[in-house]
């Protein structure tokens, strides 16, 4: 299919979708509901299908430029590559997914059905954009439908959350707004003034900003990526958010919203401030080994079972930024050192994020199916489910194994390419966020141990507590058996996003060489 | 021949004065006409004045003339105002008509 | 190929328990609970594997000529000396190689090298270390290839960095790969008979109590008991099959899980999920340390395979670990003259991009180090050896396959595996490590009075021994011992199991005496696993090396004897030989006081002792067949079969010794105390074994009036040195502390900073809002107000006066004159 | 112009001009309205003398006839129609009487600097403008060519530009006067209104 379509299909076909459910009677639910399920598989399917076209070899997949706004410079422009690829296919398995864990809403379907549709159309556009003013459209029209389906259909405290959601990534938002006028004005306001893939090559060249200039505009966009990463200390949003929302939309905030931070960082901070990244590359690192270990320590100590997964969200998350910040240039020459070691930590990061996606989307689900049977989430009151409910039981523990980064699961391979990729940065950083897996190890276990084994269960709503049924077994299921192929056979993973995310870091380390020649040049005239 | 343009001036102001004192002291509204009548007379004399001593000549006479014809509109209205005004008010006291105060 | 034949021998006992695994774990989801079908099938998996990897080790000892064995007929001298020329000649082979592949290859087979490094899973290359790969012929049967290795699957590139599954396949693997598919199949097939009264679809358990008082009554859970050993079999078999060390740590990791699973299999009972956590937690801390060795290695090796990569035409690409460590002839590790650190990749420095790179010292006793670290968890060594014992709470054959026989002792093997990289600091702190450990766990194992209890500690100890026989360069003394304590070990489990199922399940050895008498064949075959375990012996008819005696006394003697080799080359590590000649002592005293109290004497439980009855012939076969490896698996001690297979493929280097700031004997010291130590070793056991029975055996002695008196270190004993409490309050409790801190810091803190901000933020707006209402507005209103009031004040002005108007404009015109004639005078 | 003719036009514009001023007084001062229109004849008329010797003759003439004529005769009918006597007084306050006095003054004086302060324009060599191409007072003939859109005086010097007069002022001035008397007629008309709703506005 033109990749134009295909691309333009992906991002407009759940609104389409969104928009014909208007046609459905108020009051079958059930119809609607089966639509919203078809259109998010529709989704997925073709971006599998984008997947079987894309040639990792090839580079990047550009659908043709449309005009939008061409008077500021601004265009549709849509585009896939290694990196983004994976984000999309992610994005469509576990929309479909969570629609799918969607029939326990049984409150203003078609809104709720609505928005979700939205809420998928904004992620896909943010994957897919390539225009900046255009990935910055996305990321605030994926953030209104979110402020609702919290705010509206989630738990006791749900305006409380939404509103700390919202303002938070509203006030990362503007940061980046912040940063992308820079670039605007930068680039002198071009044809290209919005173009990532542009900006990104005279980034490398050098001839975009000023290494000073360069910080300024890597902070702002930092400060609004890490946000919604979560980073330590601007993650406290999330508990909340996790915690109120209804479990199909934690499955898409811990599934794919959070991984927008890091695409953030991956696809614009880095190759469009090369010089800016290296430069906070230290404080990058140090900020996720502390969200790892911090992240651990309090979900540790949570008793709240949603409010733990997110916790762990937060640690796991900090292996991305960890991943993804391990970059040491030789600071003479500006030399990037170790570069196969960066990549490692590169590529770990980013399976990192599409592992996460898989067993935090399915931990989240877990607490979900339960929740829904017994209606509360106190781990002290759970115990003995997997004895009433075994296949369930069974099912989250792997799914918690897979968070708890077991071999054979997806977290592992994430965690641990992630972690042995640091030494060559920083060995006292190294081993700090190595300590992660044994508190990892701890909450995940004590959490299981609450509430999966033991004599009995603790909790009301014993009656209710009836094993899981054929769609919640089936959507466990795929993530399940995703979690293990990408456990066991990375590669399928790593072979499409290797040569993408090679190119970035080369031109990112050509870029961040080109800054400290500059710098070394103004040095030697001032010295003149 | 300036003393004469002088004398002249300085009789208009005089009748301009004595004009405007009448308007503002005479309640009586034939008073305040007459008073009115005075000024325009100043003025006309100013105008005949200016016509014989300075390079205004003819004008200054037109304006004169139109002067005299308009006060002598002005005269027939006003005193159709007063005629109507003592009609309402059995009055001529010009400070009866005092219904426009704020 | 001889390589590929035994990769896919032995990767079908691999695979095989996962399939097992696959289908067993959904057997209880179609099949009855009261089906054993499960257990058939994971007896036949494993059952499977065992043949394959015996017939493997049947194909690697045709490939080797049977070399290994062949020596024992040589005089013990001939042996080492043959051994060290064989080695040399590997060494030698090596370079042969090398320079072999080069004469031999043009430069197009140069290019192919290039470009076959990255190798597809279907391609796979089987990698002999020999050049021409002609194994089978007889002539060069004793410079024939012993490991194989190669690639299974690539995860991952990156740039020159690859990771990937590899195998790696010496004798040591193979001999593994045999003892542990054998062992398990023996277990599996007494778990048949263990685990019966799990085929029901009410089981209740006695140990597990509803709030109400009442037992768990659940359904039995027999097929996922042998899903659960078929995947541990698959995790055991893939760590000893892996062929780089991130794949150990893949499957360490996993048969930490299956450990577990498998401690927690009765997961109502609290104490069980409880000492689950503990030993998964514990491995995690000792994978935290595995973890950091992994990171030093990657950071400055590049590669974390065992052996070397070669391309199609056998030519070498890249070395491997082992290969990358440059050792002098003595064994020394080299510094290079310049940097002052090692050299990497200077033993065969096929990639010349390596050859420049260096790693420090100190970071190599770091590496070394933190994947020892992942064996002292591993191994419940000291000080991370208090989850072994609570694993107990798993169902006793898990506690002989798991507990004992095979993963606590992947710590031992990965020890020995990862021999080459270990500096002579490392070995010393293994050795010292090792005898912390044997005489900590001994002294506990003494008071303990748990079946179960007590073998854990015997095992923690001969564990301890392993390490301590690694640590003084008794590389295969100590693999020797792990061999045969697996099988002597898994004997007494099984048979201290078939007790407790005979007893229903009652552990407590007060309870118990005199069973002999009830089960007869449980008693006889514990008896040789005790024996075995003692260390005891007769000296033998040719001479005091050689002496008639089951298989612990050849290994434990062969670990005393490094020991005391290397206290004579060291004498300021002098406990080294004087602990474990102790313990060894101890061990002889608690293992016949555990047989004395419970299958001697008379009855201390009439209800027990009633009840109990001999175990069906499903248990008791498979003690048998253990009983008869546990006896004679070691025959003919360093000189036979056994411990030649082993050793086979050992580290070139380790036959020499190396002498140092830490003297490592070599084989020719170790045998010549080897006599000394062997009779030192044997009177410690005999005195140990005499005790025992003044005590338990006879009742000459009240043991309890002893207990009594010393009842202070009785009670330190029991309470195991007190390191679950000292471990509680340093470790854990501040775990949760700062656990509990962090969250209320998250809440308090972070939110109140942001609540606070709100505040503020509402704060502001409301004296915005007052600020907007009083003074905007309000000025706003004053302004019309003044306006109005100032057209009221004015209105008055306005009198309708025509005359005042006339007046006003008159005083008007004075004033403006005036005004114009004060500013412009003039 | 000669010297007699300039001394007998001093002494006569001396005579008229202190007639006029007085006369003005005297309308301030009177008390009654008749006699307010009495001085005020005086005054105007006087007036018109001035004009003469101004060499204004036409508007001389109309001021005597338009207003001695015409408009005080207006007035004295308004004081016959509007007084149930003649003799009407109706007085001020003194206090408005002085303060009127007292502004009078002071408004003089203005006016009296102000003319000292003008330095006025020399006055036209020869032939004064009015007097060109007529004889001297005789402005009847230009002002009415004037008003005819003709201008003598100015057209006969330049000689090329026609057309300065006043004719469309002169017709404004026409319709403005005929609307005036309509409306006067209009206003004056009789119509003897009940007094309510003048006691109405009263209040």
């Known amino acids: 299919m033109n990749p134009f379509l295909l691309l333009s299909l992906l991002i407009f076909l759940p609104l389409i979708g969104a928009l014909l459910l208007l046609i459905f009677d108020e009051k079958n639910t059930e119809a609607m509901r089966f639509w919203s399920l078809g259109v998010t598989l529709v989704t997925f399917i073709m971006s599998v299908v984008l ?48 629609m799918a864990a969607s029939w326990s809403i049984t409150k203003h379907v078609r809104g709720y059905l609505i928005l979700f549709l939205m809420l998928e159309a904004g992620m896909m556009g943010v994957f897919l954009s390539l225009d900046f003013f255009l990935f910055y459209v996305f990321w605030e029209v994926m953030l209104l439908p979110m402020y609702f389906l919290i705010g509206v259909w989630g738990g006791p405290r749900r305006e409380y959350a939404a509103i700390k959601f919202f303002l938070y990534t509203l006030a990362g938002s503007v940061l980046m707004l912040i940063a992308m006028l820079m670039f605007y004005f930068v680039s002198g306001g071009t044809e290209d003034s919005f173009n990532l893939v542009a900006l990104a090559q005279r980034a490398s060249e050098g001839t975009l900003m000023s290494p000073s200039m360069q910080i300024t505009a890597f902070i702002l966009l930092f400060i609004g990526f890490a946000i919604k990463l979560p980073a330590f200390p601007v993650h406290t949003w999330l508990p909340d958010a996790h915690v109120e929302a209804p479990t199909p939309i934690s499955m898409i905030l811990a599934g794919v919203l959070l991984k927008m931070g890091g695409y953030g960082i991956i696809r614009i901070a880095f190759p469009l401030c090369p010089y800016g990244a290296q430069y906070c590359a230290w404080a990058m690192v140090a900020i996720g080994v502390f969200s790892i270990i911090y992240g651990a320590f309090a979900a540790l100590a949570q008793t709240d079972f949603k409010r733990l997964v997110a916790y762990s969200s937060v640690s796991h998350m900090g292996y991305v930024l960890l991943g993804l910040a391990i970059w040491k240039i030789n600071e003479t020459t500006g030399e990037t050192l170790n570069s196969d070691y960066w990549q490692m930590g590169l590529n770990g990061a980013m399976f990192q994020m599409i592992a996460h996606g898989v067993s935090s989307t399915g931990m989240f689900f877990m607490v979900g199916v339960i929740y829904d049977r017994v209606h509360h989430r106190d781990l002290n009151k759970f115990g003995g489910l997997m004895g009433l409910m075994p296949l369930y039981s069974g099912m989250a523990a792997g799914l918690f194994f897979a968070g708890l980064g077991l071999p054979g699961l997806c977290g592992f391979i994430g965690e641990v390419f992630v972690v042995i990729s640091t030494w060559s940065f920083s060995p006292p950083l190294a081993i700090l966020a190595a300590s992660g ?22 909790g009301p709503h014993a009656e209710d507590i009836t094993p899981s049924n054929g769609r919640e077994n089936a959507v466990a299921a795929i993530l399940m058996v995703l979690a293990v192929v990408l456990g066991v056979y990375p590669a399928v993973l790593f072979d499409v996003m290797e040569p993408s995310i090679r190119a970035m870091a080369e031109a990112s380390a050509e870029g961040c060489q080109n800054a400290i020649f500059q710098l070394d040049q103004l040095q030697a005239s001032i010295q003149r | 021949m300036i003393a004469g343009l002088q004398a002249y001036l300085l009789v208009g102001a005089v009748l301009f004065v004595c004009g405007v004192i009448c308007m503002a002291t005479k309640r009586n509204g034939i008073g305040v006409l007459m008073g009115v009548e005075l000024v325009l007379n100043g003025a006309n004399v100013n105008f005949i004045a200016f016509s014989k001593y300075t390079a205004l000549g003819l004008d200054a006479q037109i304006f004169a003339l139109f002067v005299i014809v308009l006060a002598a509109a002005e005269a027939a209205v006003a005193l159709a105002i007063a005629l109507n005004f003592y009609n309402n008010h059995l009055t001529i006291d010009v400070d009866k008509a005092n219904r426009l105060k704020g | ?53 015996a017939s493997a080790l049947v194909v690697w000892g045709n490939a080797t000529g049977w070399r290994v064995i062949a020596h024992d007929e040589h005089h013990g001298d001939e042996h080492h000396g043959d051994e060290h020329h064989g080695d040399e000649h590997h060494g030698d082979e090596h370079h042969a190689a090398d320079s072999d592949a080069h004469a031999a290859v043009n430069m197009k087979s140069r290019n192919d090298q290039a470009t076959t490094i990255g190798m597809e899973p279907g391609n796979w290359v089987t990698t002999s270390v020999s050049a021409d790969g002609n194994v089978a012929d007889a002539d060069h049967s004793h410079d024939a290839p012993t490991v194989y290795s190669g690639t299974l699957y690539r995860l991952a590139t990156f740039g020159g960095l690859e990771l990937t599954l590899d195998y790696y396949i ?123 060795g992994l990171m030093v290695l990657w950071t400055f090796f590049g590669t974390f395979k065992f052996g070397e990569t070669t391309d199609l035409s056998g030519h070498v690409v890249e070395a491997g670990l082992f290969q990358m460590l440059p050792r002098s002839e003595g064994g020394d590790i080299l510094l290079d003259e310049v940097s002052g650190e090692v050299l990497i990749g200077s033993m065969t420095a096929p990639n010349p991009e390596n050859s420049s790179r260096t790693i420090p010292y100190s970071l190599l006793i770091v590496a070394g180090l933190g994947v020892f670290a992942g064996c002292i968890g591993k191994s419940a060594q000291f000080p991370l050896q208090t989850w072994l014992p609570d694993a107990m709470e798993g169902p006793t054959p898990v506690s002989a396959l798991v507990h004992s026989a095979t993963m606590v002792a992947a710590g031992v093997y990965l020890t020995g595996r990862f021999y080459p990289m270990f500096t002579q600091e490392v070995l010393l702190t293994i050795a010292y490590v090792g005898c912390i450990t044997l005489f900590v766990a001994a002294t506990i194992a003494v008071v303990a009075t748990d079946i179960k209890k007590v073998l854990a500690y015997s095992t923690i100890s001969q564990l301890g021994y392993m390490m301590l026989g690694l640590g003084v360069f008794g590389w295969g003394a100590g693999l020797f011992h792990l061999v045969t304590h697996a099988f002597f070990k898994s004997l007494m489990f099984l048979c201290s199991g078939s007790v407790i199922h005979g007893c229903h399940h009652e552990q407590e050895m007060p ?119 546990a006896a004679y698996c070691a025959w003919g001690g360093e000189q036979g079969p056994l411990y030649g297979l082993i050793t086979g493929d050992q580290p070139a280097y380790i036959a020499h010794g190396i002498a140092g700031s830490v003297t490592l004997p070599g084989h020719d010291a170790v045998h010549e105390v080897h006599g000394t130590a062997g009779i030192l070793a044997m009177l410690a056991a005999f005195s140990g074994t005499l005790v025992a029975w003044v005590l338990y055996g006879a009742g000459w002695i009240n043991p309890g009036e002893i207990q009594k008196q010393l009842s202070g270190v009785h009670g330190f004993l029991i309470n195991k040195w007190h390191f679950d409490e000292l471990y509680d309050s340093v470790f854990m409790r ?40 009083t003074v905007v507005d309000g000025f706003v209103n004053v302004i019309g107000r003044a306006t109005h009031s100032a057209g009221l004040s004015l209105k008055t002005i306005q009198t309708g006066n025509l005359r005042q108007y006339v007046m006003f404009i008159v005083a008007g015109v004075v004033a403006l004159f005036a005004v114009v004639l004060t500013t412009f005078p003039g | 112009m000669n010297d007699s003719n300039l ?98 003054l002071l408004f003089m004086f203005a006016v009296f600097s102000s003319l000292q302060g003008v330095e006025w324009p020399a006055p036209p060599t020869g032939d004064s403008a009015v007097t060109a191409g007529s004889p001297e007072g005789n402005t009847l003939r230009p002002l009415g060519l004037a008003l005819l859109g003709a201008r003598p005086d100015l057209d006969l010097h330049d000689g090329d530009t026609l057309s300065t007069g006043y004719l469309l002022p002169f017709e404004i001035v026409s319709v403005h006067l005929l609307v005036v008397l309509i409306g006067a007629a209009y206003l004056a008309r009789a119509k003897r209104k009940s007094a309510a709703p003048a006691e109405g506005l009263e209040s």
Not at chain 3, 22 to 27: L, S, Y
Not at chain 3, 518 to 538: N, Q
Not at chain 4, 34 to 46: E, K, N, P, T, Y
Request: charged share 10%.
């Open chain 3, 170 to 292: 010496d004798s040591l693997t193979l001999v593994m790969f045999t003892m542990v598919t054998f062992i398990a199949t023996c277990i599996h097939l007494f778990a048949i008979g263990y685990m019966s009264d799990e085929l029901t679809d009410e089981y209740v358990d006695h140990f597990a109590h509803l709030s109400d008082g009442h037992h768990v009554h659940r359904p039995g859970r027999f097929y996922r008991f042998f899903a659960f050993l078929s995947l541990f079999c698959f995790s055991m078999l893939g760590l000893v099959l892996a062929g780089n060390i991130f794949q150990v740590f893949i499957f360490w990791e996993l048969v930490g899980i299956c450990s577990f699973l498998l401690i927690g299999f009765y997961t109502e009972r609290k104490s069980a999920s409880d000492a689950a956590n503990k030993a998964f937690i514990m491995n995690r801390v000792g994978d935290f340390g595995f973890l950091i």
């Open chain 3, 1 to 53: 190929m001889t390589g590929e034949t035994l990769r896919n021998l032995l990767m079908t006992a691999w695979l095989l328990p996962l399939l097992g695994f696959a289908i067993e774990i959904f057997g209880g989801f179609w099949g009855s609970r009261k089906s054993r079908v499960a257990a058939w099938l994971a007896v036949a998996c494993i059952a499977t594997g065992f043949l394959c990897s």
């Open chain 3, 511 to 629: 309870k118990m005496g005199g069973l002999r008498h009830k089960m007869p064949i449980t008693a006889w075959t514990m008896l040789v696993g005790v024996v075995a375990i003692s260390g005891l012996a007769i000296p033998g008819l040719v001479g005091l090396s050689s002496f008639f005696a089951f298989s612990g006394f050849h290994s434990k003697d062969a670990v005393v004897a490094t020991a005391l080799a290397f206290v004579e080359a060291n004498p300021a590590h002098f406990l080294l030989f004087i602990v474990p000649l102790i313990t060894a002592g101890i061990t002889a005293f608690y293992m016949f006081r555990l047989w004395f109290y419970t299958f001697a004497g008379s009855p201390r439980d009439q209800h027990v002792y009633d009840h109990c009855h001999e175990s069906p012939a499903i248990m008791t076969l498979p003690l048998l067949a253990l009983s008869i490896f």
């Open chain 1, 437 to 458: 897996v044994i508190l990892t190890a701890g909450y995940i276990l004590w959490a299981l141990q609450r509430v999966y084994l033991g004599a009995e269960y603790r």
């Open chain 3, 734 to 773: 501040p775990m949760h502390i700062v656990g509990k801190f962090c969250a209320w810091f998250d809440r308090t803190i972070f939110d109140g900073i942001l609540h606070g901000a709100a505040k503020v933020t509402v704060v502001v707006s409301r004296w915005d809002r007052l600020f907007d209402e």
């Open chain 4, 7 to 104: 001394l007998g036009g001093q002494l006569l514009f001396a005579i008229f001009a202190l007639a006029t001023c007085l006369s003005a007084v005297a309308v301030v001062v009177s008390q009654t309205v008749v006699r307010m229109a009495f001085w005020l004849v005086i005054s105007l008329g006087s007036t018109a003398a001035l004009f003469f010797l101004a060499d204004a003759d036409f508007i001389g003439a109309a001021q005597l006839i338009i207003y001695v004529g015409g408009t005080l005769i207006l007035l004295v009918f308004g004081v016959m129609l509007t007084a149930s006597s003649p003799y009407l007084k109706i007085k001020s306050s003194p206090g408005e009487t002085i303060i009127g006095g007292l502004l009078g």
């Open chain 1, 51 to 98: 997947w079987g076209q894309y040639d990792p070899a090839q580079g990047m997949l550009l659908a043709d430029v449309a005009d939008w706004v061409p008077s500021w410079n601004v265009y549709y422009r849509l585009g896939v590559d290694g990196i983004s690829l994976p984000l999309v296919v992610l994005t469509g398995l576990v929309s479909s997914l969570a």
